[in-house]
C-alpha cells in the first residue's frame, strides 16, 4: 500500500514537472502568431474647419481606354407621326360605312358629269386643251399634267385660307373633287395615246426586261406618301390634318411619293419607249419635284422646329441620311412596314396590274 501511493506521488511530480516545462517552452518560442510588420495607426480625427490640415491628395486615376469601335448612334425620339401606323380598335363601322356611301357617290357623280360618253364635259375640256397644243399628243399630255398640277398645289397651297372659310371637310371635298376630274383625263389620254409619237427604243423583247419593269413599277407603290393610308380624311369622314410623318418609308426619302413617281415613270418609259411616255414623265417629275419644296415649305409653316428637327434627320435623295449618319434606323425597322396598310398597298398593285386590259379596254372605249 505504502508503495503505491509512494508510486502515485512521483506520477504527479513528473506532470506538474512536465507543464511546468511545456509553459517554459512556449514562453521561449516566438510568437509565430503576432504579424511582422507593426500596424499602421489608426488615421487621427479630421481636423476642425479653420485649423489649417491639409487636404489629403487623391491618387491619380489613369485616363478612360479609347474606344476601338464607335457604338451606333440611338434613333433619336420622334417629333413627327407614326405612319401607316392602324388600330383596328380604333376604327368605326360607322365611318367605313359612310366613306363607301360618299365614295360610291362621288365617283358616280364624275362620271356622269365628266367621263359619260358623249354628255360628259371631260371630252369638250379635253378637245380644248388638243386645240391648245397642236395636236400634238407630248405637248398636249404635258398640257393637261401642268394644269392638274397647278390646279393640285394652288389648292393646296390655299388650304390654310381656306378651311378657315369653308371648314377642312368642305374644302377637303372641293380639293377631291377637283383633282379627280383633271386627273383621270390625262390618265385616259396617256393609256390611249401611250404608243403615239416616236418610237425611241423597243426593249420588250429582251429577256428579263418585263420582269425587271414589273418589279420596279411594283416597288414604285409602296413609296406611296403616308397621308394616302388615312383614307377616311381623303374623304373628309375623318378631320383632314397635315401630318408630319417620320417613321417608315419617310426614314428612307422625306418625299416618297417623289421617289416612288420617278420608279414608275422609269418603268414605263424603259417599257414603251416612246416620245409620248417620256414627255408625260418629264412633266410628272417636275410637278413633284416642285412639290418637294412646296410640301417642306407647308410643313415648316405649320409645325416650325419640329419640321426642322425632321427634316435635319431625313432627305430628299433616298438613303442618303442614312449614309450620312443623321438617320439611325432602329433595330426593328422592318416592323414599321409589317402594317395592315401597307398589305392593302400589296394587294391594290396586284390587282392593278391583273385589272390593265379591263383598264385599257375602258380608256378605248372613250375615245379620248
Not at 126 to 145: C, N, Q, Y
Not at 164 to 173: K, L, N, S, T, Y
Not at 235 to 264: N, S
Request: aromatic share 10%.
Amino acid at each position: 500500500m505504502a508503495a503505491l501511493q509512494a508510486s502515485a506521488r512521483s506520477h504527479c511530480a513528473l506532470r506538474r514537472h512536465g507543464h511546468a516545462a511545456a509553459a517554459a517552452a512556449a514562453a521561449a518560442r516566438p510568437a509565430l502568431c503576432r504579424p511582422l510588420l507593426a500596424r499602421r495607426p489608426a488615421p487621427a480625427p479630421a481636423a476642425a474647419a479653420g485649423a489649417g490640415a491639409a487636404p489629403r491628395r487623391r491618387r491619380p486615376q489613369p485616363p478612360p481606354r479609347a474606344q476601338t469601335r464607335d457604338a451606333p448612334p440611338a434613333p433619336a425620339a420622334l417629333v413627327g407621326e407614326d405612319a401607316a401606323a392602324f388600330d383596328w380598335s380604333k376604327q368605326s363601322l360607322r365611318s367605313w360605312a359612310v366613306f363607301g356611301v360618299l365614295l360610291t357617290g362621288v365617283l358616280g357623280a364624275i362620271y356622269a358629269v365628266w367621263i359619260r360618253p358623249g354628255g360628259g364635259v371631260g371630252a369638250d375640256y379635253l378637245a380644248a386643251v388638243e386645240a391648245l397644243s397642236g395636236g400634238s399628243p407630248e405637248a398636249t399630255v404635258v398640257a393637261l399634267l401642268a394644269i392638274f398640277g397647278v390646279a393640285h398645289s394652288g389648292l393646296a397651297g390655299l388650304r390654310p385660307y381656306a378651311e378657315e372659310v369653308i371648314g377642312p371637310r368642305a374644302f377637303r371635298v372641293v380639293f377631291a373633287l377637283v383633282s379627280l376630274c383633271l386627273a383621270v383625263v390625262p390618265i385616259v389620254y396617256f393609256i390611249n395615246h401611250r404608243y403615239d409619237g416616236a418610237q425611241l427604243w423597243n426593249i420588250q423583247g429582251v429577256p428579263g426586261v418585263h420582269a425587271g419593269v414589273w418589279l420596279v413599277n411594283f416597288v414604285s407603290f409602296y413609296f406611296l406618301y403616308p397621308s394616302t393610308f388615312n383614307i377616311l380624311e381623303v374623304a373628309a369622314v375623318d378631320k383632314p390634318k397635315l401630318h408630319l410623318w417620320e417613321t417608315g418609308i419617310m426614314r428612307i426619302t422625306r418625299h416618297p411619293q417623289m421617289v416612288g413617281q420617278g420608279l414608275w415613270c422609269a418603268a414605263h418609259c424603259a417599257w414603251t419607249g416612246s416620245s409620248v411616255v417620256l414627255a408625260a414623265s418629264a412633266a410628272l417629275m417636275a410637278h413633284h419635284l416642285f412639290g418637294c419644296w412646296h410640301g417642306d415649305r407647308r410643313l415648316k409653316a405649320k409645325y416650325g422646329d419640329a419640321f426642322e428637327a425632321v427634316k435635319a434627320r431625313t432627305s430628299v435623295v433616298p438613303f442618303q441620311a442614312v449614309l450620312d449618319g443623321r438617320q439611325a434606323l432602329p433595330a426593328d425597322y422592318w416592323r414599321e412596314f409589317l402594317r395592315w396598310p401597307y398589305l392593302a398597298v400589296t394587294v391594290f398593285t396586284l390587282g392593278a396590274y391583273l385589272a390593265h386590259p379591263l383598264m385599257q379596254q375602258a380608256s378605248y372605249a372613250l375615245r379620248w
